[in-house]
């Protein structure tokens, strides 16, 4: 379904910053293990301008249900 109130997709667009923001800073992880540091750090840099940061609580699914929350990860998924 498509997301038609404007709250409602700037809820859903947060939320799909967030996901894609954790996925980066996963995928740096994995990177930076296997010694692939510039990669690493292009996902770590790419995460925070997408506002990752674990100490505040990545996901905020009590402002959109799950439906809208799924659907931005499968979203965010597809644009890594």
């Known amino acids: 379904t498509a997301i038609s109130d404007s709250s409602q997709r700037s809820t859903f667009l ?12 996963h995928r740096g992880l994995v990177h930076k ?29 009590k402002q959109a249900g799950p439906p809208q929350f799924r659907q931005a990860l499968v979203s965010a998924c597809s644009l890594l």
């Open 14 to 25: 947060k939320q799909q910053d967030q996901v894609r923001s954790v996925l980066l800073h």
């Open 33 to 61: 293990a296997q010694g692939n540091e510039e990669q690493a750090q292009a996902d770590f840099d790419k995460a925070d301008e997408l506002g990752f940061d674990p100490r505040g609580g990545v996901f905020e699914r």
